[in-house]
């Protein structure tokens, strides 16, 4: 079974510009989650999907970051303008529903200069 | 409000000699508790969970966890550790209802030494 996948696995761009993420769960997996990994720090979750709908995005900060999953499957997250603090790794993660342990991708290095 | 803590930056501990990387929560509610192991460059693994039942919940890699709800604790155990042990571990508890949002704790770097 093919696992959670991410790229790029590494951006490094100047701030105030734009990035993208995308991400492809594991097939079958209705739940699909992005996290936020800061150096030194445990993943904090930005945007829950249920398919193609947002269960929960309370801690994504809608002025600059933004995210969806068309067709239920594949998604994307984007970072418009970058700020120095979004330095992190971002993680994505599906599930099969809402219930049941999660598999994460290797993740994406970000490097905002 | 749900947290979970992992009182322990680094756990140092010798080839073959027991391991615990220790967990407390606090939860409303009955408790989904999770490990997860992180190795350099790779994406968190799922260990094991606790949902219901036995207290004692066994998980890949020879790795156990006791769930003891007085103490509100959920400690990783392994009865002899391994070099290839060496990772970081993080403790999760998820909301029993609603959305069902995970709370990592903030990591333990397990180091065993040869």
């Known amino acids: 079974e093919a696992g959670v996948a991410q790229s790029p696995r590494y951006k490094i761009i100047e701030k105030r510009q734009s990035v993208a993420f995308w991400c492809n769960p594991i097939s079958g997996h209705a739940t699909l989650y992005w996290y936020q990994q800061i150096l030194g720090q445990g993943p904090k979750l930005l945007i829950q999907f249920q398919n193609n709908g947002v269960v929960d995005d309370s801690q994504l900060p809608k002025d600059r970051f933004s995210a969806e999953r068309l067709k239920g499957v594949d998604s994307t997250l984007k970072i418009q303008p970058a700020k120095l603090e979004d330095s992190a790794v971002y993680l994505c993660a599906s599930s099969l529903d809402m219930i049941r342990e999660q598999y994460f991708g290797p993740g994406t290095r970000l490097t905002v200069t | 409000a749900q947290s979970v803590a992992q009182p322990e930056d680094q756990v140092n501990v010798a080839e073959g000699n027991p391991l615990t990387v220790k967990c407390t929560y606090s939860v409303s509610g009955n408790p989904y508790l999770f490990w997860y192991v992180q190795y350099p460059n790779r994406g968190l693994q799922f260990l094991l969970k606790?949902?219901?039942?036995?207290?004692l919940v066994k998980g890949s890699y020879g790795f156990e966890a006791e769930f003891n709800k007085s103490q509100t604790s959920f400690h990783l155990k392994k009865p002899s550790a391994l070099v290839s042990d060496s990772a970081l571990y993080f403790c999760?508890?998820?909301?029993?209802?609603?959305?069902?949002?995970?709370?990592f704790g903030t990591g333990t770097r397990l180091k065993v030494l040869a």
């Open positions: 999760a508890v998820r909301e029993p209802s609603g959305t069902y949002k995970y709370i």
């Open positions: 606790y949902i219901t039942g036995d207290n």
